[in-house]
């Protein structure tokens, strides 16, 4: 069964850092994409992130290219999201969500962890 759960999420200063992690199961990082969604109160859900081993694409959006770090330690089954500088509009849920490549559309989503970025 494919599953993808994130964390880290929580409360944070503007200017502040937080990591978010999205451990998979049910596949392999080898072959599949992981993509960064987020949706802020009252706006759509916009993809933010993407990452694949498989072609080595790296994708920002740019609201937060330059900020956000997508990273997979080797063999392992968790992607990364570091989150630097964060400003308040960068709150909202985050989800991480499974597809074939980079921009395909996804087949697998996470049930989201809460960034909240408020002085």
């Known amino acids: 069964q494919v599953q993808l759960v994130e964390s880290g999420g929580g409360l944070v200063q503007p200017g502040g850092s937080l990591r978010l992690s999205c451990e998979v199961s049910?596949?392999?990082?080898?072959?599949?994409?992981v993509g960064w969604f987020r949706q802020a109160p009252g706006k759509e859900r916009e993809g933010i992130s993407c990452f694949s081993t498989r072609d080595g694409s790296r994708v920002y959006a740019a609201p937060v290219k330059g900020r956000f770090t997508a990273s997979r330690d080797r063999g392992s089954n968790t992607t990364y999201l570091q989150m630097n500088n964060l400003k308040t509009e960068d709150t909202g849920v985050y989800y991480c969500a499974r597809s074939q490549f980079c921009g395909s559309p996804v087949d697998n989503w996470g049930k989201g962890t809460l960034v909240t970025v408020s002085s």
């Open positions: 049910g596949f392999t990082l080898d072959y599949y994409a």
